[in-house]
């Protein structure tokens, strides 16, 4: 399709428009084109375990309330009165009947029914049809995991069709260490801060960034490691290990994959019980996944701007876009709900010194973020397109060791940027296409790597 | 003993005494930190200590008491001990930390400073409850600028090498963090 913004992104020679990265026009038709009708993830089901309990969240700009009603499922409302507009809940997170409005008082059940309007009978005559003002839901909602996931487009597939495989990358980051399904939960309170830079660039970052380096070359030298040294993760544990970059360039999503040799041993140097307790988690997992296990996860990126860490720490975190230059970011950090305290405590530990506004990894990813937004502002470098060629030669070579990997064919060992020129690639079909039915399409023709 | 000051009392006199030691100390801390002097910055700190910079949530008057994310369990900005602190500061060393590369120029206002425990005297394993508030004000590049201002609830020991710090607990008064990373010390 050869659409306006498909000509911003050139696939065959891997080049980018600066454009897309600062131009607030494209920004707004971003939350149209893309925000309005993908997936995007609004928060985890152990946040909110009771009914009544909510926590509000976003959807691109749009602010949104994930809350549980009496049955016990999950609704997610756009957070603002059909009155007025008025937001009708302005706490982070609690439990509630009823969401009032403080404005004219329009009161709505925690299944987004309008319950309660002052004057129906002096100012409506009874005749308000209350059935047709409630909140205004979201098209679907979908719990992969205790991931919870929502779309404003009825037209959309299926969560589970929208990731394809990419699940089995989420999967490192939602199903527990021992390899069991699922079995994770979130600790309470969410991180959330701006950074001045557009949303893609972070979400590129996460997708699969492996020539990024020098970025982290301080925090490299100091070793914040898990066990308190070595580098910046288990390093002394991956020592042998193959980075491998997996990409679904069909729709958009990718990441990162650690590899260990087959007859790898667990020697994270992780002290007393909690080594016992990782080592048992890692015989467990052996034993269950076979030799698939030896696959551990790294970053990944669902399209549009849902992120995520699988092997350590694990997070979740998502870049909202509030402008084209201005981000807020969101993160969650995962653990094993069943794991023993202590275990939480280590993890949580070094999920704050390395994640987060002052993670002494992710602290120096925000200057280089700031920058290459600024960089893309101006008359005369707007038409000096970025270069995304990295390894372009090498897309054509999947990693074959493990064959039995659903998604074998999707990965490339080490650095590639095959994961962005398919993130950019997807945002052109999104951005050209006018629903659900072209962007199925579009997304059929892409075929292999990009 | 004879009181320091005319007209006070040995108790208040104590006070004054245990007053003014605390908020040279808290000054002389912020000091260090803004000349970049982290290695002694450091050394005033107990090899114990909990360093705690916990979330700020958006929440009902009834529970304002449930403001702010729990230590050790909940997720905060910084939640430490000495090891991590050190990282920190060897980081910052490295000349290669691009969020302090150039330096940032950094400076911490204390004030309101307030001793909470009576009980504390100024001798030697004396440990005393302050209070203060601190406003930072951070310019970096060409342009940028930023201010965050917030409580402390500290605990300070008293030691053979003088006071030290033992918790601190630092409430930046904003739930969404209105910068792009936190790069120096509360």
Aim: charged letters at 25%.
């Amino acid at each position: 399709m050869a659409g306006e913004f498909s000509a911003m992104i050139s696939a065959k020679t891997s080049q980018v428009d600066r454009k897309i990265f600062s131009d607030e026009e494209i920004f707004r038709e971003e939350q149209r084109r893309i925000f309005a009708k993908a997936w995007i993830f609004v928060g985890h089901e152990s946040q909110i375990p009771n009914a009544g309990d909510y926590f509000l969240s976003r959807m691109g700009i749009d602010p949104v309330i994930l809350v549980r009603d009496k049955s016990g499922s999950i609704g997610v409302f756009h957070n603002s009165c059909r009155h007025r507009g008025m937001r009708v809940c302005r706490y982070d997170a609690g439990n509630t009947r009823l969401f009032t409005c403080s404005y004219h008082g329009w009161s709505f059940g925690i299944d987004g029914k309008l319950v309660g309007v002052p004057g129906m009978k002096e100012g409506y005559c009874n005749k308000l049809d209350k059935s047709e003002w409630g909140l205004i839901p979201v098209a679907k909602i979908a719990n992969y995991k205790g991931a919870i996931w929502a779309t404003w487009d009825a037209d959309a597939v299926s969560l589970e069709e929208y990731l394809g495989d990419m699940r089995y990358m989420l999967d490192l980051a939602l199903d527990s260490h021992d390899g069991t399904e699922g079995g994770s939960e979130v600790s309470i309170g969410v991180q959330k801060w701006t950074i001045p830079s557009n949303w893609k660039l972070s979400a590129e970052n996460f997708i699969g960034d492996l020539y990024h380096n020098i970025s982290h070359r301080s925090v490299d030298m100091v070793g914040i490691g898990p066990e308190g040294t070595s580098q910046r993760r288990d390093e002394g544990f991956i020592n042998n290990a193959t980075l491998v970059s997996v990409g679904f360039h069909e729709r958009g999503h990718g990441g990162i994959n650690v590899y260990l040799p087959p007859e790898y041993v667990d020697a994270r140097p992780y002290p007393g019980e909690i080594g016992e307790w990782f080592r048992a988690a890692d015989k467990a997992r052996k034993d269950r996944l076979g030799e698939n296990a030896c696959i551990l996860g790294g970053v990944g990126t669902v399209f549009p701007n849902m992120s995520f860490r699988a092997n350590q720490p694990r997070q979740i975190i998502v870049w909202n876009p509030v402008s084209a230059t201005e981000t807020e970011v969101w993160s969650w950090y995962l653990f094993d709900a069943k794991s023993p305290d202590s275990v939480k405590a280590f993890m949580r530990e070094y999920a704050l010194r390395y994640c987060g506004p002052a993670g002494m990894t992710e602290r120096d990813d925000m200057e280089n973020w700031q920058g290459a937004t600024e960089g893309s502002v101006g008359g005369v470098v707007e038409s000096f397109p970025y270069n995304y060629a990295y390894n372009l030669a090498d897309d054509e070579q999947p990693f074959e060791a493990l064959p039995n990997l659903p998604y074998a064919k999707n990965a490339v060992i080490g650095a590639t940027e095959g994961n962005a020129r398919g993130f950019y690639r997807q945002w052109s079909i999104w951005m050209d296409a006018t629903n659900w039915d072209e962007i199925r399409r579009e997304q059929m023709k892409i075929k292999g790597r990009i | 003993m004879a009181s320091p000051v005319e007209g006070a009392s040995s108790v208040e006199a104590q006070e004054m005494r245990l007053h003014f030691e605390v908020s040279q100390f808290l000054y002389k801390e912020m000091d260090l930190v803004d000349r970049r002097s982290l290695g002694e910055w450091l050394d005033l700190l107990t090899d114990d200590i909990r360093y705690f910079v916990p979330l700020m949530l958006n929440v009902p008057f009834r529970k304002w008491d449930e403001e702010t994310s729990r230590p050790q369990t909940d997720t905060a900005w910084m939640d430490e001990g000495k090891k991590t602190l050190e990282q920190r500061v060897k980081q910052l060393m490295t000349g290669v930390h691009w969020a302090e590369e150039p330096v940032s120029r950094i400076c911490h206002l204390v004030s309101n400073v307030l001793v909470k425990s009576a009980s504390a005297g100024t001798d030697v394993g004396s440990e005393a409850e302050v209070t203060s508030r601190f406003l930072i004000y951070r310019n970096r590049v060409r342009n940028e600028a930023s201010i965050i201002v917030g409580w402390r609830d500290d605990l300070l020991r008293k030691t053979e090498e003088g006071w030290k710090l033992a918790k601190r607990t630092a409430y930046i008064n904003q739930s969404t963090l209105l910068d792009k990373n936190i790069t120096t010390f509360f």
